[in-house]
């Protein structure tokens, strides 16, 4: 009885120190964990023109908010790539409950290598460094016309098509096109 309650203690501690790792390793990797709210998910989709049918990339999707509202509300195909294994348990979870199994498909991977070429939107929320490191990746491997949208951190070497920012309170969002 011992032995087996040791044993179930071991793997409950090494499932939390994998969950922290991967929280901590998340935000190393380009930002942390930080949901936007609805309605800065609906301002970011709204100045990208997102349209029935185009394919909407989210580059650290967390628990997925920004695919459902897509796929929902905007009736874009979406695909998510999310590295920290806790918040992509909840967006498996909440994409099951609200049925979008078939317009949204989520990657447990970092987004660095992937295949951008198919986005017609991307929407990035993530701290400078990672845009500085996306800058390039952005210039060779998107198609021509593809939108990026940007929640706060805006691409440096890039020049924006519009900045949405409606009061001085109000954080910016950035739309460049490829
Ligand atoms: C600021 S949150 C944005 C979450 C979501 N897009 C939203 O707006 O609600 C950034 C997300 O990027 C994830 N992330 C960080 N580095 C990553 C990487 N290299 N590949 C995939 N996801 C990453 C983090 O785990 C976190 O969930």
Sequence with gaps: MFYLS???????????????????????????????????????????????????????SGDGRILIIAAREFGAETVGYEISILPYIISKIRIAFARLQDKIKINFSSFYK????????????????????????????????????SYAFAMKDWEPMKVDKPDPKTMAIYLYRA
Excluded: Q
């Design 6 to 60: 040791s044993i179930l203690l071991l793997l409950f501690m090494g499932i939390v120190f994998f969950v922290l790792f991967s929280l901590a390793y998340a935000g190393l990797s380009a930002a942390p964990w930080v949901p936007l709210s609805n309605k800065e998910i609906r301002r970011m989709l709204s100045l990208a023109g997102v349209k029935p049918g185009e394919k909407v990339y989210d580059l650290g």
């Design 114 to 149: 992937t295949d951008l070429s198919e986005a017609d939107v991307i929407t990035v929320f993530l701290l400078p460094e990672a845009m500085k490191k996306l800058s390039p990746i952005f210039r060779k491997g998107l198609k021509p016309g593809a939108r990026i949208v």
